[in-house]
């Protein structure tokens, strides 16, 4: 596998008045270079922080206090600011949840996007423009030419949406992180987006990282996921393999909750809430809501161990589960 971001034993952690929040907590994962990626979990599962991470954009009082990240080669943590700086957008980029929070409000289309342009390629403002043009013709915005001199306020959700990710695409990057890039929209313009990102994933050989809470988007969207849950990484593997054998049982119940369109199902939600990242619970961080759980859940925390080609599992009970998938 030719691995393009190599995250080993990342821990992030914010230091608050109540205490050292381990929202990352030793995860390790490989993208493959082309690949699309899924991060799963649900809210607080440490899915954004470690897209931050990687970007060396966590806010504070956040900080990456241990691990390592390994991109192209390159030692994330150990390059200097300047050096990270002229990374971001132009080898790494991401596309927030709420475009809204991304765009800012004072700046038109044009200013936004060809101020990266301008940045990392340093051409003239006309060839910006162009190019910014053009990006939106790609991210199929009708009437390019007008647009560029919009404001965001002026856009529906689904149009912020297309420009957040043309921002993102202008330099070319190698790896784009798709942070919930579909949440804040209707279903019609949800499956407009998420076949935009794929299309142009091919048409720009680009490695992408869609980060979701959604498993129809992992079914529709990835070639391998990992689930993450409680800032730890708790299954790995190739998506066909997740929806046909799950080995974790916090898959089996994200799995469980995802409607059929083909059959009827029975929906289940996930019993109980992510734990206090302060204080998380003792042993397997996920035996409070886990119908499987016995006592060595309970006091011993599991190792990611191999329990097939390319998949991993954090379970002591995976051997013995007969765990049901989509």
Same mark, same amino acid.
């Given at each position: 596998?030719?691995?393009?971001?190599?995250?080993?034993?990342?821990?992030?952690?914010?230091?608050?008045?109540?205490? !050292?929040?381990?929202?990352?907590?030793?995860?390790?994962?490989?993208?493959?270079?082309?690949?699309?990626?899924?991060?799963?979990?649900? &809210?607080?599962?440490?899915?954004? !922080?470690?897209?931050?991470?990687?970007?060396?954009?966590?806010?504070?009082?956040?900080?990456?206090?241990?691990?390592?990240?390994?991109?192209?080669?390159?030692?994330?943590?150990?390059?200097?600011?300047?050096?990270?700086?002229?990374?971001?957008?132009? &080898?790494?980029?991401?596309?927030? +949840?709420?475009?809204?929070?991304?765009?800012?409000?004072?700046?038109?289309?044009?200013? +936004?996007?060809?101020?990266?342009?301008?940045?990392?390629?340093?051409?003239?403002?006309?060839?910006?423009?162009?190019?910014?043009?053009?990006?939106?013709?790609?991210?199929?915005?009708?009437?390019?030419?007008?647009?560029?001199? &919009?404001?965001?306020?002026?856009?529906?959700?689904?149009?912020?949406?297309?420009?957040?990710?043309?921002?993102?695409?202008?330099?070319?990057?190698?790896?784009?992180?798709?942070?919930?890039?579909?949440?804040?929209?209707?279903?019609?313009?949800?499956? +407009?987006?998420?076949?935009?990102?794929?299309?142009?994933?091919?048409?720009?050989?680009?490695?992408? !990282?869609?980060?979701?809470?959604?498993?129809?988007?992992?079914?529709?969207?990835?070639?391998?996921?990992?689930?993450?849950?409680?800032? +730890?990484?708790?299954?790995?593997?190739?998506?066909?393999?997740?929806?046909?054998?799950?080995?974790?049982?916090?898959?089996?119940?994200?799995?469980?909750? !995802?409607?059929?369109?083909?059959?009827?199902?029975?929906?289940?939600?996930?019993?109980?809430?992510?734990?206090?990242?302060?204080?998380?619970?003792?042993?397997?961080?996920?035996?409070?809501?886990?119908?499987?759980?016995?006592?060595?859940?309970?006091?011993?925390?599991?190792?990611?161990?191999?329990?097939?080609?390319?998949?991993?599992?954090?379970?002591?009970?995976?051997?013995?589960?007969?765990?049901?998938?989509?």
């Amino acid at each position: 596998m030719d691995t393009l971001l190599d995250i080993d034993q990342l821990r992030t952690y914010f230091f608050t008045e109540a205490g !050292v929040v381990k929202a990352v907590d030793g995860v390790s994962l490989k993208v493959a270079r082309g690949e699309t990626h899924g991060l799963v979990g649900e &809210s607080g599962s440490g899915k954004s !922080v470690t897209a931050l991470s990687t970007l060396r954009i966590v806010p504070k009082p956040g900080k990456i206090v241990g691990g390592s990240i390994i991109f192209d080669g390159k030692d994330i943590i150990a390059l200097k600011d300047k050096e990270i700086r002229s990374m971001r957008g132009k &080898s790494i980029a991401i596309v927030f +949840q709420d475009p809204m929070s991304s765009l800012n409000p004072l700046f038109t289309i044009e200013n +936004q996007i060809c101020e990266i342009i301008r940045l990392h390629k340093g051409v003239s403002k006309a060839e910006a423009r162009d190019s910014a043009r053009h990006l939106l013709e790609m991210v199929g915005i009708p009437e390019a030419e007008r647009r560029l001199k &919009s404001y965001p306020h002026e856009l529906s959700g689904g149009m912020k949406q297309r420009i957040a990710i043309a921002r993102a695409l202008s330099c070319e990057p190698q790896l784009l992180f798709a942070d919930e890039p579909t949440t804040n929209l209707d279903v019609t313009i949800q499956a +407009q987006v998420l076949d935009l990102m794929k299309s142009l994933k091919k048409e720009l050989n680009m490695t992408l !990282v869609m980060i979701t809470h959604d498993m129809g988007i992992i079914a529709e969207m990835t070639e391998r996921v990992t689930v993450l849950y409680a800032g +730890q990484v708790y299954e790995a593997c190739d998506t066909l393999t997740l929806f046909a054998k799950p080995k974790h049982p916090y898959t089996e119940a994200l799995l469980k909750a !995802v409607p059929r369109l083909d059959r009827k199902k029975e929906l289940t939600s996930v019993p109980g809430n992510i734990p206090n990242l302060i204080e998380p619970p003792p042993g397997c961080r996920f035996h409070p809501r886990c119908p499987y759980a016995v006592q060595v859940c309970r006091e011993k925390v599991p190792v990611l161990e191999e329990a097939g080609p390319g998949h991993l599992v954090a379970c002591h009970r995976w051997r013995e589960l007969g765990l049901s998938g989509a």
